[in-house]
Every structure is written in structure tokens, then in C-alpha cells.
T-cell receptor
Framework: AQSVSQHNHHVILSEAASLELGCNYS??????LFWYVQYPGQHLQLLLKYFSGDPLVKGIKGFEAEFIKSKFSFNLRKPSVQWSDTAEYFCAVRKQAGTALIFGKGTTLSVSS | GAVVSQHPSWVICKSGTSVKIECRSL??????MFWYRQFPKQSLMLMAT?????????EQGVEKDKFLINHASLTLSTLTVTSAHPEDSSFYIC?????????????FGAGSRLTVL
């Protein structure tokens, strides 16, 4: 069955530190990849997505992610985090347009000021 | 942009009662909506795919008679938790894709938190 693995359960960083959150998926075919963020008490918001083309994807709020097909990975990065980035981050995969997203377990990011 | 509205956002009910949660796509049509369940500190688990005008498709392990889904129109899907029990307490989230604009991303509702006493 298709699955999504997020390696880091809880990441604690100081402001201005660099961030990288890991995401690996198990599906071997063509996939669409997503990163969502969920701020405390709020709904999921799309950070960025990859469908095809340039494997380095830039999203909102200074986030970017790199799709490495050979590693089945789609890691999320940000050069310098802010306190306001404290949130839950979810990686998600879907096999084709119109189908449901399969989510990873999520990573809690805590940024101290 | 596309907006998905859920109602109620928060509901408390007694064990044995049924609760209906609405998911509406605002300003766009959605032939397909997805219902997820999120336990505290855990990920979103897909429960079912709601299809307008036809039966919902449930994921393995999700009880069809327990979680009734009705997709009555292109903008509304409802999830009814029947004979709710404390273990049904959870955060229920719906999502929809704007099928008319060609947008290829899902928009999520703000979620509905159900607490069963």
C-alpha cells in the first residue's frame, strides 16, 4: 500500500536556524507531492506542491522542497526559520489528479525566539 | 481562492446520539470531496471519498453504517456519525477540488471537532 514517512516527529529550532524536514513515499509510479502546514487551531494550508518539471519547488513563506525521484523523497527546507513557523507540517502524496491525498504522520516544528 | 466551509466547527454530544457535519464548497463545484479524520497529535487518515450523486467509497476499516456520507449536490457533502461513542471523538476534516477551474489541488475545510461524552 502507498505510504508516506516523515522521519522527524518533533523538531525544535532557534530562530534563524535552517530547517529540513524529511519525507519519503513508497509508491513507485508517477506521483504528485505536497507539503501542508497546520498552524495551531487553524486548518491545513498548502505550502507547496510538485507535479512535474523542475524538481526544486518554491512555495510560500520562504519554503522550498526538492523532489529526488531516485530516493523517493520530497524534503522540505527553509534557510532561516521564524517563531511564526511554529506549526505542524504534513507531507502528502497522491497517485493521480482527482484522487485523495495520503498524508504522513506530520512533524511538529517548535521555533524559539 | 477556493474555500471549503465546515459546520459545525465544534460539537459535543451524548453517547448514542447522531451528529451531522456539513462540508460546503463556496463559489466552486466539487463532484468529489474527501473526508479525513485526525486524532490528537496524529496525521490525517482518509475515511472516505464522497461522490456527488453516487455512493461514497470507504477506506478499509471504516464502517459505512457508522459514518454515513451523502453528497447531495455539487457543493455539499455531509458526514453523519451515527450512534456516536466516546471513541468517535476526533477532528473531522473535509477537502474538495474545484473541478470547474481545472485547479489540481485540494482545499481543506477548517475541520469539525467532535466530542462524545
Amino acid at each position: 500500500a502507498q505510504s508516506v514517512s516523515q522521519h522527524n516527529h518533533h523538531v525544535i529550532l532557534s530562530e534563524a536556524a535552517s530547517l529540513e524536514l524529511g519525507c519519503n513515499y513508497s509508491y513507485g509510479g508517477t506521483v504528485n507531492l505536497f507539503w501542508y502546514v497546520q498552524y495551531p487551531g487553524q486548518h491545513l494550508q498548502l505550502l507547496l506542491k510538485y507535479f512535474s518539471g523542475d524538481p526544486l519547488v518554491k512555495g510560500i513563506k520562504g519554503f522550498e522542497a526538492e523532489f529526488i525521484k531516485s530516493k523517493f523523497s520530497f524534503n522540505l527546507r527553509k534557510p532561516s526559520v521564524q517563531w511564526s513557523d511554529t506549526a505542524e507540517y504534513f507531507c502528502a502524496v497522491r497517485k493521480q489528479a482527482g484522487t485523495a491525498l495520503i498524508f504522513g504522520k506530520g512533524t511538529t516544528l517548535s521555533v524559539s525566539s | 481562492g477556493a474555500v471549503v466551509s465546515q459546520h459545525p466547527s465544534w460539537v459535543i454530544c451524548k453517547s448514542g446520539t447522531s451528529v451531522k457535519i456539513e462540508c460546503r464548497s463556496l463559489d466552486f463545484q466539487a463532484t468529489t470531496m474527501f473526508w479525513y479524520r485526525q486524532f490528537p497529535k496524529q496525521s490525517l487518515m482518509l475515511m472516505a471519498t464522497s461522490n456527488e450523486g453516487s455512493k461514497a467509497t470507504y477506506e478499509q476499516g471504516v464502517e459505512k453504517d457508522k459514518f454515513l456520507i451523502n453528497h447531495a449536490s455539487l457543493t455539499l457533502s455531509t458526514l453523519t456519525v451515527t450512534s456516536a461513542h466516546p471513541e468517535d471523538s476526533s477532528f473531522y476534516i473535509c477537502s474538495a477540488r474545484d473541478t470547474t477551474s481545472g485547479a489540481n489541488v485540494l482545499t481543506f475545510g477548517a475541520g469539525s471537532r467532535l466530542t462524545v461524552l
